[in-house]
């Protein structure tokens, strides 16, 4: 990990930059200073007084376009340059014109993420496509200083991080368009992009020998016939939208072959939980669901799973890769469906709690262990399988009732909901850490070994 040090700023008319004492300086050798696009020719020495912080002159900060206020930072040298930051740049959606809630609702979320700065010496900030100045390289960024919103205009960005919101908003053409320009252009690298498709996703992974074992059965909805087969192997099955999200328009089909009886739980649009039952698969199809939205749908084996109170249990696990670009699991908390709920979506009725609220301490750990295995050969699996630069999944995973895990979603983006939960705060504050650390990796790996890059 980059070390971090307090910034010193003193004015002065001429660039000038001050290295920690502690740090060995040929300062003969050094020219330059860049943040994120923009480099200034500047006098770099340790520093004077031999302390150990970075001291910039206001000079220097007025050429980088330089946070005024930034407390601390960390730092790379290369060749005849010192490059200062990284200077992350997360790419979203959804701006309003409240100082106060600048990206809507999810304005807590990002004024969290930035706020583990100073603890890793990286330089965050949010930005939108309307925020880009192309003419002269540069960009309205949104920081969070001491609880406070603020826009300042900084370089373009060392490494961009992408939390669109949702697919919508991903497929715009001037998505595309911003995001090919930053990485063919500018060489800027991009990670997290795009949401997986569901069925693509196991498509890539179902030939991999180390994690087909953790997928369910996952086909493309063709026929009747296809789930008449399933649901007599595997008694339930579930229809998923291939791009859902939050368990949306997720469907139970079960039947019972003693009354010849087909049953579909679902929610509908207005939130409210149903239970039809039907003589036929046919009948309960053609009621349920349109033409053109069973071309759009999945069909998944059903897994008996664990239960408490008779509501099934499944688990959230996130993964991140870390500093050294290495996969972690960062948070693992259970899900307990609501009565009569087709998830275990919070929204639904769902409820988040830690392993040890729902099992003994021997399970727990084996249950934990079990998940985390999983986890890990899932990610770099899926890492391995999909394009872009991957640095976080969200897993939603099961345990039947032989307490086998099995893959039910993995998500690029995954929610944050789970960290509500009072016993996953460490675990909320790890997954932010993590996030950018990964970004200060990817920019140093950018920068020090570019041909290593491609993927």
């Not at 790379?76 to 309003?96: Q, S």
């Amino acid at each position: 990990m980059l070390k971090t040090y307090k910034i010193e700023r003193f004015l002065d008319d001429e660039c000038l930059l001050y290295l920690p004492s502690s740090v060995p300086l040929n300062a003969d050798s050094l020219h330059q200073v860049s943040l994120g696009s923009k480099y200034a020719t500047a006098s770099c020495n340790s520093h004077p007084n031999g302390r150990n912080v970075i001291g910039i002159s206001s000079k220097l900060c007025e050429e980088l376009h330089f946070p005024s206020k930034l407390e601390t930072i960390s730092f790379i040298i290369n060749d005849d340059r010192v490059y200062l930051g990284p200077l992350i740049g997360i790419f979203t959606a959804g701006f309003t014109s409240f100082r106060l809630n600048p990206i809507g609702e999810r304005s807590s979320f990002f004024s969290k993420l930035l706020s583990v700065q100073s603890a890793l010496g990286v330089i965050p900030f949010v930005f939108g496509e309307k925020h880009i100045d192309w003419e002269n390289g540069l960009i309205r960024g949104l920081f969070y200083f001491k609880n406070n919103w603020e826009t300042v205009t900084v370089p373009f960005p060392s490494v961009i991080y992408d939390r669109l919101p949702n697919r919508r908003s991903e497929k715009k053409k001037t998505y595309n368009e911003i995001k090919e320009k930053l990485q063919t252009q500018y060489g800027i690298p991009w990670y997290n992009p795009g949401f997986f498709n569901k069925m693509d996703l196991f498509e890539r992974l179902e030939f991999d020998e180390k994690v087909n074992r953790y997928l369910p059965e996952t086909n493309s909805f063709q026929s009747f016939e296809e789930i008449e087969r399933m649901l007599a192997s595997y008694g339930h099955v579930f229809l998923k939208p291939k791009n859902g999200s939050l368990g949306n328009g997720i469907h139970k089909i079960t039947y019972n072959p003693n009354l010849g009886e087909y049953y579909c739980r679902f929610t509908d649009r207005d939130e409210k939980k149903r239970l039809w039952k039907f003589s036929t698969l046919e009948q309960l199809i053609n009621k349920v669901f349109r033409k053109k939205q069973l071309e759009k749908m999945l069909v998944q084996q059903g897994i008996p799973l664990l239960h408490k109170d008779h509501r099934p249990i499944d688990f959230r696990v996130h993964t991140n890769k870390d500093e050294n670009g290495s996969w972690q699991v960062s948070a693992i908390a259970a899900k307990v469906a609501g009565a009569g709920s087709v998830t275990t979506h919070v929204r639904s009725g769902g409820e988040v709690k830690s392993l040890n609220e729902l099992f003994s301490l021997e399970e727990s750990k084996i249950y934990e262990e079990r998940l985390k295995s999983a986890a890990l050969t899932l990610s770099t699996a899926i890492d391995q399988n999909i394009d872009g630069f991957i640095g976080e999944i969200g897993f939603d995973l099961g345990i039947d009732q032989n307490e086998k895990v099995w893959m039910f979603e993995a998500n690029s983006k995954p929610g944050r909901s789970i960290f509500a939960h009072p016993q996953l705060k460490q675990s909320d504050l790890l997954t932010r850490k993590l996030a950018l650390s990964f970004g200060a990796y990817l920019s140093q790996k950018a920068l020090l070994h570019p041909g290593e890059m491609v993927k």
